[in-house]
């Protein structure tokens, strides 16, 4: 089956903690994304990436890294610096800038 | 500065109805939008792409209509089913053509 993999469905962040989100696509499509919802809130972008080797900051980039070794994954770090990880984060690719296809989400909370 | 508003507040109707749900920009000059389904806890799920020479799309029980003079889209859904019920956001691609840029979404709600 062709789609995107996000992984895991839960995490948990103890304070001061890195924590890496897992997102992988086998739909051979160029670009990937990231994007934050909160609780009633729509989708923030956080980083994207066009090309492997090549990624860019969204609109709330601060307190996360990425990197795109592969054209297939697209990993997303939520580092400590990032003061209030808790939200639903949403990894998505594209065919160019086209239409969208998410994955199921990754529910971070903090201990 | 750019921006995408839909209702915020929740949309009730009665199964069999229309559903109208509207997304207003600012800021934009989009060279298409789209449409998105959203399921609780779930990630969203494509469902139409207007372009902006197009003033109508349908796709089954859906019909998007994108009137770039005022800067609006409406989204309907004919026929409503409690299946229907959930959070529909509209996207946009910013000026630089970069990014694909979300509205905040509108909750429908289908009663049976």
């Known amino acids: 089956d062709g789609g995107i993999t996000q992984s895991p469905k839960y995490l948990f962040r103890k304070e001061g903690q890195n924590v890496t989100l897992s997102c992988e696509q086998n739909l051979n499509h160029d670009a990937m994304y990231w994007y934050r919802q909160d609780p009633g809130q729509g989708l923030r972008l956080i980083y994207y990436?066009?090309?492997?080797?090549?990624?860019q900051k969204g609109d709330i980039a601060e307190g996360y890294s990425v990197s795109r070794e592969k054209k297939e994954s697209f990993p997303l770090t939520v580092t400590s610096a990032q003061k209030n990880p808790t939200a639903f984060y949403l990894c998505?690719?594209?065919?160019?800038?086209?239409?969208?296809?998410f994955g199921a989400g990754t529910r971070l909370s903090v201990l | 500065s750019q921006k995408i508003e839909q209702n915020s507040e929740a949309l009730n109707i009665q199964e069999g109805k229309t559903a109208t749900l509207t997304c207003n920009y600012t800021?934009?000059?989009?060279?298409?939008l789209q449409w998105y389904r959203q399921d609780p806890g779930r990630g969203p799920v494509f469902l139409l792409l207007?372009?902006?020479?197009?003033k109508e799309k349908r796709k089954e029980r859906l019909k998007v209509t994108f009137d770039t003079t005022l800067k609006q889209s409406l989204f309907h859904i004919t026929a409503s089913q409690p299946a229907d019920s959930a959070t529909y956001l509209c996207?946009?691609?910013?000026?630089?053509?970069?990014?694909?840029?979300f509205g905040g979404g509108t909750r429908l709600m289908v009663k049976p």
């Open positions: 998505a690719s594209s065919l160019a800038k086209n239409i969208q296809y």
């Open positions: 990436s066009q090309i492997v080797n090549d990624f």
């Open positions: 207007i372009r902006e020479n197009e």
């Open positions: 800021n934009y000059s989009p060279a298409y």
């Open positions: 996207a946009l691609e910013n000026n630089a053509g970069n990014m694909l840029t």
